[in-house]
């Protein structure tokens, strides 16, 4: 059974609306809103702001008026908080968030956007990827170009640093995995083998090795220093759309055969695959033993997933907008628990820990622009619906959502992690 869940969308702006109206400026305050449940005639509204004095005779805040229906309610928190909820479509008060920061990438223009992005490990770096081949590495604090990698012969489609935060590693429609300095734009290493599109890729430990997925169904091992291929797991006859390398918690993964002596920091390391054929796959990276399968061949593909190794949990994201739970334990072709809110696919799941307790909230990003974090626990006796959405990240505006990253927050006092995402516009967010 999928559950039907219903969700309210904001105007993407609408934090200009409050600032206008805290600041006095002439004219009617308004941003828009609506809500949507699948089966349920949808609600539009619009919402005036409008300042007023605190309490206490010096705060002042921001009343918001609903100009048409009664059945949204909006509860104004603070310059980057509102509360939205409708009793009417039995959607319960949720956060909604707009970003803390935007950093433009402006050699990436609309229309292309931003297909794959990351931040170095210690946030000072950014390199982003469009649709015409090249990346750019910028710095975040002055939001300026620092280096263009130029040397991929198609579209780039994914890029990360290694762990250095120094070294860059893309893959694109070329076929070909590259390695490059983030300083100086150079490019040592390059990588040949898949027969289809890079579509996504994922580093082992520091980085000696590298993986990379492909939509020739594989998902191949390399060793960095020797540009050479170690190992290739056939996963499909279809294309494989995501990667992911987590750590178990257990011992090492057991193997008769000596490692390849190319590889390291294999043993212990989880591959979780997103496969177009409708399963998600885990398999030991050191042993090369195929884990547990999630799904059945010939079912909605698998565009993103992700590993919840502590709580034993795989959460996956289809390409109908279902996003379903599995116990990690054993292979299944049925999830514990479905969710969906629109038939949009989802694009990319992210896990975002956080300062309340043991299971994470999942960041999901689907191609219409909706961004959210979810708390999933049907494996709880409390949990009565199983899920529950705690917060909605602003500020795309029906835009497919390209990409989430997810690293510690700055900002202090936070209570989750720090989330970023990208979309079709030059802007990666900070929430």
């Not at 334990?329 to 694009?347: E, H, I, L, T």
Request: with cysteine; net charge negative; glycine share 10%.
């Amino acid at each position: 059974m999928v559950h039907k869940l219903g969700y309210i969308s904001v105007q993407p702006d609408w934090t200009t609306d409050i600032k206008n109206a805290l600041s006095g400026a002439e004219g009617t305050h308004k941003f828009w809103v609506s809500a949507y449940k699948q089966g349920s005639p949808s609600i539009h509204d619009n919402i005036q702001a409008t300042k007023h004095t605190g309490p206490d005779g010096s705060t002042q805040l921001v009343e918001l008026t609903s100009l048409s229906s009664p059945d949204i309610s909006a509860e104004y928190i603070d310059m980057r908080h509102l509360r939205l909820s409708s009793g009417k479509l039995a959607i319960p008060p949720a956060l909604h968030t707009a970003a803390r920061k935007a950093v433009g990438c402006e050699n990436i223009v609309r229309g292309t956007g931003v297909r794959s992005f990351d931040i170095s490990a210690y946030g000072g770096l950014l390199v982003a990827a469009g649709d015409d081949g090249v990346m750019d590495v910028y710095d975040v604090s002055a939001a300026r170009q620092r280096v263009r990698l130029e040397g991929h012969l198609g579209d780039v489609t994914c890029c990360q640093f290694f762990p250095s935060g120094q070294v860059v590693l893309s893959g694109a429609t070329d076929m070909r995995l590259k390695v490059w300095s983030a300083s100086d734009g150079t490019n040592p290493v390059t990588m040949v083998g898949h027969t289809g599109a890079i579509t996504d890729t994922a580093i082992v430990g520091k980085g000696r090795n590298v993986l990379s997925a492909a939509k020739d169904g594989t998902v191949r091992l390399w060793h960095c220093g020797t540009a050479s291929l170690v190992h290739t797991f056939t996963l499909s006859k279809l294309p494989i759309n995501k990667v992911d390398v987590v750590s178990t918690l257990g011992e090492d993964s057991v193997r008769d055969d000596e490692p390849d002596a190319r590889e390291f920091e294999t043993q212990g390391k989880v591959l979780v695959a997103s496969c177009e054929d409708g399963r998600a796959v885990l398999v030991d990276v050191g042993s090369k033993a195929t884990i547990a399968k999630f799904g059945s061949a010939g079912g909605q593909p698998v565009r993103a997933a992700a590993y919840d190794v502590p709580n034993c949990r795989i959460y996956t994201g289809l390409s109908d907008g279902t996003v379903q739970v599995w116990s990690a334990n054993a292979s299944s072709d049925q999830p514990v628990y479905s969710f969906k809110r629109n038939d949009s696919a989802v694009s990319a799941i992210r896990l975002v820990n956080t300062s309340a307790g043991s299971v994470p909230l999942v960041c999901v990003g689907t191609e219409d622009g909706q961004l959210f974090l979810a708390s999933l626990d049907p494996f709880s006796s409390q949990a009565a619906d199983g899920v529950d959405i705690v917060e909605e990240l602003v500020g795309f505006d029906v835009d497919p959502i390209s990409q989430i990253r997810v690293f510690q927050s700055a900002t202090q006092g936070a209570t989750r992690q720090s989330v970023w995402a990208a979309g079709r516009d030059n802007k990666v967010y900070e929430f």
